[in-house]
Structures are given as structure tokens and as C-alpha cells.
């Protein structure tokens, strides 16, 4: 079993929509949790940290479920721009970055 | 700041090659990381560096190998080179490795032919 499974998508929606992703993870001593965004050939760029108390950066909301091993990553408001692979990650290892990514959720932002 | 910065981007090998790519750090971080991405997947754990000592090691086999300078820099290299090689090649920093975010560097995308 995978150690964070995501959904590959395609996830096709249109601008101004709102989307989430959902990712579980099998190891119940994961520390930490991060969404990052990859572009097509690009390198992943952090999009947000997951808290336990859940978080929002603009128009991203991200929240953590302990019980059930998931975290999920709600778009509102969806961009052009925010076409790409989204990369969710946890980190089993408090004392070191041994990040376990998932293979990533596609988004395909429609005009 | 300048970010994470790697060389070569590209580069292109035969089986049989080594390959040692390089890696510096956002200034101020001590820890360095080391992926592998293939087409389709997510980034696979390599190495981790810390303080010039190795923190972790993921599922690679022994053809796999890295270091730190004193400088926090890094290198990977990559004996004995397979098809199955050719991925992209990630290096990311953090200031402390622990706990916190991950930056990566562009990457060098290796070809194996």
C-alpha cells in the first residue's frame, strides 16, 4: 500500500468553481502535512501547510483529519491559473524531511 | 534570495555511466534533500543531509549515493546508470529538516540511452 494515495483526476471544472482534493495517508504517526502545486515539467512549489486547527490562505482551505488519515485541499473561486498538479505530502519523521508524496491530482480550469 | 539552484537542467547518459548532479541551498538552510521523479508520480525520498551527515535514506539501491559539503551544497551520484534512471532529479532545502516545508530547485532531468 502506498504510504499518501490521491485521486489522479482529471479534475475538469470551470472558472469561478469550487474544488476539492482529498489524500490519505497510511502511516498514523505522519508529523506533518503540505500541498504542493506542480506545473507541467516545473518543480513543486509549496502551496500550504496542513495544521491540525485546519488552514486558509486566500482563497485555498486546508484541513487535517487525524482519525481518518486524510487531508484535503479546498479551491474556491477557481482560476486559469490554477491549472495544475496538486502533490499532497506527509512527513512520518519529526526529525527529518523524509516526505512521502502522493502522485498527484490533476486540475484543468476551464473559461 | 537566490532559491534552490541545481546543475546540470539536462543531461544525457548511456547505461553503464555515472552521473553526479548538483545541488545548493536556499542560504541559511542546512538540510538538503534528494528526489527522484518519473513520469506520472510523485517525487520518491533519495537522501537527506543535515549538518553534512546523512538523516535518511530511502528505498535506492546502493548505486545511489550523496554527500554535503561544508558549505551545505550537495551532490548526487548515480553509478552503473539503468534506463530506468531517467527521471528528474529534485533537490529541495529547509532550514533545519525537520518538521518544516520543503523549497526544490528546478531540477536536472536525466536521459538514460
Known amino acids: 500500500r502506498k504510504e499518501v494515495e490521491q485521486d489522479p483526476g482529471p479534475f475538469n471544472v470551470p472558472e469561478g468553481a469550487t474544488v476539492a482534493f482529498n489524500c490519505t495517508y497510511s502511516n498514523s504517526a505522519s508529523q506533518s502535512f503540505f500541498w504542493y502545486r506542480q506545473d507541467c515539467r516545473k518543480e513543486p512549489k509549496l502551496l500550504m501547510s496542513v495544521y491540525s486547527s485546519g488552514n486558509e490562505d486566500g482563497r485555498f482551505t486546508a484541513q487535517l483529519n487525524r482519525a481518518s488519515q486524510y487531508i484535503s485541499l479546498l479551491i474556491r473561486d477557481s482560476k486559469l491559473s490554477d491549472s495544475a498538479t496538486y502533490l499532497c505530502v506527509a512527513n512520518p519523521q519529526y526529525n527529518f524531511n523524509k516526505f512521502y508524496f502522493g502522485s498527484g491530482t490533476k486540475l484543468n480550469v476551464k473559461p | ?113
Open chain 2, 1 to 113: 534570495d537566490a532559491g534552490v539552484t541545481q546543475s546540470p537542467t539536462h543531461l544525457i547518459k548511456t547505461r553503464g555511466q555515472h552521473v553526479t548532479l548538483r545541488c545548493s541551498p536556499i542560504s541559511g538552510h542546512k538540510s538538503v534533500s534528494w528526489y527522484q521523479q518519473v513520469l506520472g508520480q510523485g517525487p520518491q525520498f533519495i537522501f537527506q543531509y543535515y549538518e553534512k551527515e546523512e538523516r535518511g535514506r530511502g528505498n535506492f539501491p546502493d548505486r545511489f549515493s550523496a554527500r554535503q559539503f561544508p558549505n551545505y551544497s550537495s551532490e548526487l551520484n548515480v553509478n552503473a546508470l539503468l534506463l530506468g534512471d531517467s527521471a528528474l532529479y529534485l533537490c529541495a532545502s529547509s532550514s533545519t529538516g525537520g518538521n518544516q516545508p520543503q523549497h526544490f530547485g528546478d531540477g536536472t532531468r536525466l536521459s538514460i540511452l
